[in-house]
Nanobody, 120 residues
């Protein structure tokens, strides 16, 4: 059974940092592109970042480039998202997803999400 369990969300002030984690199980993590998507209240889902399984390359949405860093530990079957210099517009539910290289995949490939709130 495929499982993606996100953690690390919370509430921070603008300019703060958070590190999200996603524990994966039920599939061969090391051979799958992995991504983060987010959904702000009242808005559609937005692709944030992706990690390539093969060559380790990463890509980012322009809105987070230079502030967020995606990484993965294949030995631990875990995906991470380091978020620095957070802004109020980063507020939303953050989901770890299988696949979705540069796009939002079907919800069947998402985890349950972790809430990130950026507010003063």
């Amino acid at each position: 059974q495929v499982q993606l369990v996100e953690s690390g969300g919370g509430m921070v002030h603008p300019g703060g940092s958070l590190r999200l984690s996603c524990a994966a199980s039920g599939f061969t993590f090391s051979t799958i592109d992995m991504s983060w998507v987010r959904q702000a209240p009242g808005k559609g889902p937005e692709w944030v970042s992706s990690s390539n399984w093969n060559d380790g390359s990463t890509i980012y949405a322009n809105s987070v480039k230079g502030r967020f860093t995606i990484s993965r530990d294949n030995a631990k079957n875990t995906l991470y998202l380091q978020m620095n210099n957070l802004k109020p517009e980063d507020t939303g539910l953050y989901y770890c997803t299988r696949m979705g290289w540069g796009f939002v995949p079907h919800r069947d490939f998402w985890g349950q999400g972790t809430q990130v709130t950026v507010s003063s």
